[in-house]
């Protein structure tokens, strides 16, 4: 079963960039399909963003388009989300995932099933 480790989270300003990493431990990623999420305290978890690991696709929530990045380091096996512009409202726990279908491109939560433990941003307004 695949282990997922984020790292890179912590306590920023309004504006400042943050990156965040997402290694998949023991290996490769074993799903080609990796999503990005995040939950604010009493709030429901919800999608920031998807990428293919082989064709290198990518997709965002609205609400961060353009101000994240998702990239990914074969050689590292790992994905990043790279973060500008932040704003308090994107203070949450961070969380990636793998869906439990093979190549399912979805932004859904409930069909991931493999999460990380989740790396925590503060944004200081």
């Known amino acids: 079963q695949v282990q997922l480790v984020e790292s890179g989270g912590g306590l920023v300003r309004t504006g400042d960039s943050l990156r965040l990493s997402c290694a998949a431990s023991g290996g490769t990623f074993s799903n080609d399909i990796i999503g990005w999420f995040r939950q604010a305290p009493g709030k429901e978890r919800e999608f920031v963003g998807i990428?293919?690991?082989?064709?290198?696709?990518?997709d965002y929530a609205v609400s961060v388009k353009g101000r994240f990045t998702i990239s990914r380091d074969k050689a590292k096996n790992t994905v990043y989300l790279d973060m500008d512009s932040l704003k308090p409202d994107d203070t949450a726990v961070y969380y990636c995932?793998?869906?439990?279908?093979?190549?399912?491109?979805?932004?859904?939560?409930?069909?991931?099933?493999?999460w990380g433990q989740g790396t925590q941003v503060t944004v200081s307004s």
């Open positions: 990428v293919a690991w082989n064709g290198g696709g990518t």
């Open positions: 995932a793998e869906p439990g279908s093979r190549g399912d491109w979805t932004t859904k939560v409930s069909e991931y099933v493999y």
